[in-house]
């Protein structure tokens, strides 16, 4: 994060325990959202700071204004239908705030979820 | 030294773009490890320097794209530094540093440089 | 970005590891040398391949880094002299040097806490820089959770501290499989972590190299950070290994 950024007073939508769902639009270039984890639901871990915006960085723009990136948590039994780890394993990826949305509180796992295989 | 034209193919692939492949099946994990080259370490170098900001020749996204318009073939059978020292010369055409020309002459001059230093050198076509 | 090998890829490969009898450390710093110069052959490059090193045929994509080099030089975008000392930095990162920090953080609470929080700051304080290239973040090993670390977009790895990272991190089937089966992939290198024990993967989406900061293993009470960091090794930082005292435990291979 370098000093413009951070005078930058653009304010994160979402907070540490919201609830975020992960786009699943299609990407144009350059994406750092994993497809594995499209449409999938998770909530915010941490709140990591504002990064220039990669898909544009790609093709040489400066990337600004700087992104909100979030460390996103999922429980591994959400995403991967065959997880055969224990119910509380769980995946983290950083994610940029164009990426989400707002989604309700993670529902009970007998919900059933869009199979992304 | 043609690599041989093993067709793979991945399971489950869907509309992926070729790099992004968490929770695709690529079999065991080679744990053998070796030093890298000389020549992959200059890489390495060479790409960190270009980045510096001083400099900001490109940034590490531009390298991720081009490699991320590999044809999976390509993606998939090649190694890491190659990847990346293609992905640099794309990117100095890109940004004009370089030019195609002098990119494939002095290829052929560093090639008859090692062969008259006694060693053989391999096809120099690398695809754009 | 990594890539498997065909049979004809890995026979050069091979070739190339049996030619190489030690590690690339030629002092390059010690040279005086200054590339300004037209040069019409390498003797006077310190990095010209030597006799053992290199054996089997220049690949096109060695040729490429020979022509890019000697142009972005003749171009005056980069010196010889800077690609050297590049590559001595590089070479001087190593798990050695993240295996001390770790073993700092287990003596010093309040270390741990600065490299948790503020981990510049801390490194500073070890007299390592990382550079420009990336931001770090360290992630604790704890009773409940055990870390692992993965980058499944191509292979993001905190290379300023730790040095290069091993061929099978940047593997299609590590970056692949990690993400969906971790525990399987741990088993493979020998971890069997308890099922009360959450394991959580890290996939480096973005600008963020992650490291684990494993947990100290009981019965080092009294050590030295010497003796600490000896059993810090470079896959405890990435979570694919545990530091232990005694024998390692291993699953059978």
């Given at each position: 994060m370098n000093a413009m950024d951070q005078a930058q007073r653009t304010h994160a939508r979402f907070s540490a325990g919201d609830a975020v769902k992960i786009d699943d639009r299609p990407a144009l270039g350059h994406c750092r959202t994993p497809w594995y984890l499209r449409g999938h639901v998770?909530?915010?871990?941490?709140?990591?700071?504002?990064?220039?915006?990669?898909?544009?960085?790609?093709?040489?723009?400066?990337?600004?204004?700087?992104?909100?990136?979030?460390?996103?948590?999922?429980?591994?039994?959400?995403?991967?239908?065959?997880?055969?780890?224990?119910?509380a394993d769980t995946l983290e990826a950083d994610i940029y705030e164009p990426w989400l949305a707002a989604a309700p509180t993670p529902a009970p796992r007998s919900r059933k979820r869009k199979s992304k295989a | 030294?043609?690599?041989?034209?093993?067709?793979?193919?991945?399971?489950?692939?869907?509309?992926?773009?070729?790099?992004?492949?968490?929770?695709?099946?690529?079999?065991?994990?080679?744990?053998?490890?070796?030093?890298?080259?000389?020549?992959?370490?200059?890489?390495?170098?060479?790409?960190?320097?270009?980045?510096?900001?001083?400099?900001?020749?490109?940034?590490?996204?531009?390298?991720?794209?081009?490699?991320?318009?590999?044809?999976?073939?390509?993606?998939?059978?090649?190694?890491?530094?190659?990847?990346?020292?293609?992905?640099?010369?794309?990117?100095?055409?890109?940004?004009?540093?370089?030019?195609?020309?002098?990119?494939?002459?002095?290829?052929?001059?560093?090639?008859?440089?090692?062969?008259?230093?006694?060693?053989?050198?391999g096809p120099l076509d690398i695809p754009w | 970005m990594a890539g498997g090998r065909s049979d004809a890829r890995a026979a050069v490969a091979q070739t190339k590891v049996q030619g190489m009898t030690h590690d690339h450390d030629h002092g390059h710093g010690s040279h005086g040398h200054d590339h300004d110069h037209d040069h019409d052959h390498d003797h006077g490059?310190?990095?010209?391949?030597?006799?053992?090193?290199?054996?089997?045929?220049?690949?096109?994509?060695?040729v490429l880094e020979g022509a890019l080099r000697r142009l972005l030089v003749e171009k005056g975008v980069l010196t010889e002299k800077e690609i050297a000392a590049q590559i001595d930095l590089?070479?001087?990162?190593?798990?050695?040097?993240?295996?001390k920090v770790i073993a700092r953080a287990w003596v010093d609470p309040r270390f741990k806490a600065r490299l948790l929080q503020d981990y510049r700051a801390a490194l500073a304080e070890v007299g390592i820089d990382i550079g420009h290239v990336a931001e770090f973040k360290v992630v604790e090993n704890t009773a409940d959770v055990h870390n692992v670390i993965v980058c499944t977009l191509c292979s993001c790895y905190p290379k300023m501290l730790l040095g290069i990272p091993p061929a099978w991190y940047k593997s299609l089937?590590?970056?692949?499989?990690?993400?969906?089966?971790?525990?399987?992939?741990?088993?493979?290198?020998?971890?069997?972590?308890?099922?009360?024990?959450?394991?959580?993967?890290?996939?480096?989406?973005?600008?963020?190299?992650?490291?684990?900061?494993?947990?100290?293993?009981?019965?080092?009470?009294?050590?030295?950070?010497?003796?600490?960091?000896?059993?810090?090794?470079?896959?405890?930082?990435?979570?694919?290994?545990?530091?232990?005292?005694?024998?390692?435990?291993?699953?059978?291979?």
């Open positions: 998770g909530v915010v871990a941490e709140v990591l700071g504002k990064f220039r915006d990669p898909e544009r960085l790609a093709y040489h723009r400066p990337g600004l204004p700087a992104l909100i990136l979030y460390k996103v948590r999922f429980r591994q039994k959400d995403i991967w239908p065959q997880y055969s780890g224990p119910a | 030294m043609t690599p041989e034209r093993k067709t793979l193919v991945r399971d489950d692939a869907g509309g992926r773009a070729v790099h992004d492949v968490g929770g695709l099946d690529f079999g065991p994990i080679d744990r053998s490890e070796h030093d890298l080259a000389l020549w992959e370490k200059r890489v390495d170098a060479m790409m960190i320097l270009l980045f510096a900001p001083g400099r900001a020749t490109f940034r590490v996204d531009a390298m991720r794209r081009v490699i991320e318009d590999y044809g999976q073939q390509c993606y998939d059978r090649t190694e890491y530094y190659e990847k990346w020292v293609r992905a640099m010369r794309n990117l100095l055409v890109e940004q004009e540093v370089v030019s195609r020309a002098e990119i494939e002459a002095a290829m052929r001059a560093v090639a008859d440089e090692a062969r008259r230093n006694g060693r053989p050198v | 490059d310190p990095h010209a391949p030597q006799k053992d090193h290199d054996a089997g045929p220049m690949t096109g994509y060695e590089m070479d001087s990162r190593s798990a050695a040097l993240g295996a089937a590590y970056r692949s499989r990690t993400v969906i089966d971790p525990r399987g992939v741990l088993v493979e290198f020998g971890v069997k972590i308890p099922a009360k024990q959450q394991v959580r993967v890290h996939d480096s989406t973005a600008d963020l190299r992650y490291i684990v900061l494993p947990a100290r293993p009981a019965g080092t009470e009294g050590w030295s950070e010497e003796q600490l960091a000896a059993l810090v090794t470079r896959d405890c930082m990435i979570g694919t290994a545990v530091p232990a005292v005694a024998a390692r435990e291993t699953a059978s291979a």
